[in-house]
Each structure stands twice: as structure tokens, then as C-alpha cells.
């Protein structure tokens, strides 16, 4: 799962600001997922992501939240006049298939840590 | 919705012991469920996972878990635990059925595994 990279590892931001995180998939991989773990939970589902087009953001808070998945270039998790209770850990995932959201087939990135001052 | 329950946060055990870390879910329809395991500061790696067919699955490390419909569990077990064990697990379901060809994880809260020499 080294495979999947994301940036920054660590990003600290004060309130307000604007946080960026992004992920480049697997070699090959076009379905990206994007999962939020806030401190003491599980992961939490956020977006799902095909080249050039969201598929199912169900799990994004309605409003400060957005993401991308570009032609070129990776998939961009972007974060808006941050608050505390935006403070986690985001991980990014990538499938081969559509279907490997499903069927586990899913390799995880390294997470990025978010700290909200 | 579907939902999973680790019904414990933290298990302590010595080297070489057996271990089990139980896991619940609830869901309406049929489910796929999976292990992952997470070491400090790393993403989510896949232990193994249930889709059909026998009911006790084997995965890495080890590791087993045995899928019990009636009981809506299914419980990750190893036989002799090691100091490199020592991780946080997660279990998580996603949906069997339903006209999407793609899906989605939920996890639990995770069980905290640390094994002492």
C-alpha cells in the first residue's frame, strides 16, 4: 500500500485558514476514496472519486468541503476556514475497479494529520 | 444502515498467547466484512476479508476470523500472538447488494492490540 501517496503527512493550521490535502493513487488506479478518522473513532467515509467526476460525496459535510479528482495530477481534498473539529487524521484510498470499494480491494495512504490551533 | 461495534477499545496480551477481538455489525441486507490492521502512523493495511463460500477465513500474519450470520459476528482470532502484532484493528462491512457497482466501507472503532513480552 506504499503505493498510494499523500502530502503533507502533517499539515498544522490556525483557524480559518485553508487546509489542501492531496493523494495520488496506485499506478493504474482511476477510483479514489477519501476517509476521515477523528481522534478515538473509526475511519468515516467522505467521497468517492473517478477521474474528472465525484461519485458519491455522502459523506462530506455540506459546507467548507470539497474535492477533486483531475485529469491530470492527484486528488485533492480541500478543506475551507478550517475549524478544531477539523483536527483528523484523512486517509486517501485508490481501487483498480469500482467495485474494489466493495470488495476490500483497497490500498490505503499513510494518512495525512490535520491539527487545527 | 448498516453499522459495526468492536466491543473492545483495548486488548492486552502476552507474547504467545491467543488473542480475539470480537466485532458486531448490523445491516438489512446481506454484507461483506473485512480486518484491517493500522501500525502507529501508517495507513490501513487488508488482514482479510469475507465475500462468500466457508465461513472461517484465513489471512495474513495468521490471522482468522469466522463469519457467523446468525450472530451477525465476526470475530478476528489468532493462536500465538507477537510482539510485532502489537497495532490498532479495524473491522468494517460494506454492502453485498444494491444497484451500485461500487461501494463503500464502514468501520468500527477500532481495538487497540498491544502484546507484551
Known amino acids: 500500500n506504499a503505493g498510494v501517496m499523500q502530502n503533507p503527512r502533517h499539515l498544522v493550521r490556525r483557524r480559518g485558514q485553508e487546509a489542501r490535502l492531496r493523494c495520488s493513487p496506485m499506478?493504474?488506479?482511476?477510483?479514489v476514496y477519501w476517509y476521515r478518522q477523528l481522534p478515538e473513532e473509526g475511519l468515516k467515509f467522505m467521497v468517492y472519486?473517478?477521474?474528472?467526476?465525484?461519485?458519491?460525496e455522502s459523506g462530506m459535510p455540506k459546507e467548507r468541503f470539497s474535492a477533486e479528482f483531475p485529469k491530470e495530477g492527484p486528488s485533492i481534498l480541500r478543506i475551507q476556514q478550517v475549524v478544531r473539529g477539523d483536527s483528523a487524521a484523512y486517509f486517501c484510498?485508490?481501487?483498480?475497479?469500482?467495485?474494489?470499494?466493495?470488495?476490500?480491494?483497497?490500498?490505503f495512504g499513510e494518512g495525512s494529520r490535520l491539527t487545527v490551533l | 444502515a448498516q453499522s459495526v461495534t468492536q466491543l473492545d477499545s483495548q486488548v492486552p496480551v502476552f507474547e504467545e498467547a491467543p488473542v480475539e477481538l470480537r466485532c458486531n455489525y448490523s445491516?438489512?441486507?446481506?454484507?461483506?466484512l473485512f480486518w484491517y490492521v493500522q501500525y502507529p502512523n501508517q495507513g490501513l493495511q487488508l488482514l482479510l476479508k469475507?465475500?462468500?463460500?466457508?465461513?472461517l477465513v484465513k489471512g495474513i500474519n495468521g490471522f482468522e476470523a469466522e463469519f457467523n450470520k446468525s450472530q451477525t459476528s465476526f470475530h478476528l482470532r489468532k493462536p500465538s500472538v507477537h510482539i510485532s502484532d502489537t497495532a490498532e484493528y479495524f473491522c468494517?462491512?460494506?454492502?453485498?447488494?444494491?444497484?451500485?457497482?461500487?461501494?463503500?466501507?464502514?468501520f468500527g472503532q477500532g481495538t487497540i492490540l498491544t502484546v507484551h513480552p
Open positions: 469475507y465475500l462468500s463460500g466457508s465461513t
Open positions: 472519486l473517478q477521474k474528472e467526476n465525484i461519485i458519491d
Open positions: 484510498a485508490s481501487s483498480l475497479t469500482a467495485a474494489g470499494g466493495k470488495t476490500g480491494e483497497l490500498f
Open positions: 468494517a462491512v460494506s454492502y453485498n447488494a444494491g444497484g451500485t457497482s461500487y461501494g463503500k466501507l464502514t
Open positions: 445491516s438489512s441486507v446481506s454484507v461483506y
Open positions: 499506478k493504474g488506479h482511476s477510483h
